[in-house]
Nanobody, 119 residues
Framework: QVQLVESGGGLVQAGGSLRLSCAAA????????MGWYRQAPGKQRELVAV???????NYADSVTGRFTISRDNAKDTVYLQMNSLKPEDTAVYYC?????????????WGQGTQVTVSS
């Protein structure tokens, strides 16, 4: 129903910044919530931040005050600005998009992008 293309991951030193992007292409569904999750080695995937179509945001406690999620509805793109990065932020970051059309609901995931923070 949609193709999600992520970009912006990489290697950064502690205290540095990165900006992730996720563009949704080819969707015939309405795009509702857009969010970012992450999964570190040996750990479960966890919510990092989510933003509704109206701009309401929600963050994990561990990133509040350091990360900012935003979206450009005209471009069907969600961003995650990550500042003051810590080694514990190291993980594969996944974009998630909630889609709907009528009574149908679909959750779509990106391929993941690696973020590595060195100490």
């Amino acid at each position: 129903q949609v193709q999600l293309v992520e970009s912006g991951g990489g290697l950064v030193q502690a205290g540095g910044s990165l900006r992730l992007s996720c563009a949704a292409a080819g969707s015939t569904f309405s795009i509702n919530d857009m969010g970012w999750y992450r999964q570190a080695p040996g750990k479960q995937r966890e919510l990092v931040a989510v933003i509704s179509s109206g701009g309401t945001t929600n963050y994990a406690d561990s990133v509040t005050g350091r990360f900012t999620i935003s979206r450009d509805n005209a471009k069907d793109t969600v961003y995650l600005q990550m500042n003051s990065l810590k080694p514990e932020d190291t993980a594969v970051y996944y974009c998630n998009v909630q889609l709907s059309r009528g009574i149908f609901r679909v959750s779509s995931w990106g391929q993941g992008t690696q973020v590595t923070v060195s100490s």
